[in-house]
């Protein structure tokens, strides 16, 4: 059970962003792509009963960590973790079905690997989710070119530093890159620490 200090930190303002957001009077699914340690799911899955969590990861030693959680809590509402990478296309992710998600949760990702991932979440979230269907990433971003305050220029110039491909990603960016796959940013929460929650719903066919 790895714990991120980050992870207990933002878990519960999370929490009360999926609440505001979600039904929590029936029956939904939904994946967390690159759930990390498993804590958000873990704390996600406890508060929201109605909900079926499905986490996911890139990182092996990640999904150890999750099942982990999974074994010690012994939630009946949140499935096995799978080997998921989003910047292949979604018929590779486990078997998730088309239209078959109410709730697709990204934490703490975008930021920290190549754009292929941001773009592939994006493509997979527009296949996944059910018309009305709700992606919710949450992180640091830039918006309309400018990175705030300071610590976030620093942060982005680090994360440049230690991977090129890496960086905050502009809010005009993800916006026009969900909305080619199906999606419109519906809101933004702002969120302590300088992050921020970005609700993108999937437009229904009329
Ligand atoms: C900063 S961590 C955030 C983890 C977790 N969501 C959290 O907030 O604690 C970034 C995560 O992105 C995942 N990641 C990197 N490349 C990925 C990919 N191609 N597909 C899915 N996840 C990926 C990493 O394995 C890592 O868990």
């Known amino acids: 059970m790895l714990n991120a200090a980050a992870a ?8 009360a962003v999926l609440r505001e957001s979600v039904n929590t009077g029936r029956s939904l699914q939904a994946l967390e792509i690159s759930s990390g340690t498993g804590q958000h799911v873990t704390h996600f899955a406890q ?20 099942e982990a959680y999974r074994a010690h809590y012994q939630q009946h509402n949140v499935r096995p973790a799978i080997h ?3 910047s292949l296309p979604y018929q590779y992710w486990g078997g998730i079905q088309p239209e078959s998600l109410d709730l697709l949760v990204n934490i703490n990702m975008i930021h920290i690997s190549p754009m292929a991932c941001t773009e592939g979440l994006f493509k997979g979230a527009g296949a996944v989710l059910k018309p009305q269907g709700l992606l919710l990433t949450y992180g640091p971003y830039a918006v309309n070119g400018q990175i705030t ?11 440049r530093q230690r991977n090129s491909e890496w960086g905050l990603r502009d ?10 796959y199906g999606l419109f940013l519906e809101k933004m929460v702002d969120m302590p620490a300088n992050n921020k929650c970005l609700l993108f719903r999937k437009e229904s066919l009329v």
């Open 8 to 15: 207990e930190r933002n878990k519960e303002p999370i929490l």
């Open 47 to 66: 508060a929201l009963r109605n909900i079926v969590w499905q986490p996911s990861e890139f990182d092996r030693q990640s999904l150890a960590s999750i």
């Open 84 to 86: 998921l990478d989003a």
């Open 149 to 159: 305050p300071q610590s976030n220029i620093d942060f982005d110039y680090s994360l």
């Open 171 to 180: 809010i005009a960016l993800l916006s026009s890159t969900a909305q080619s």
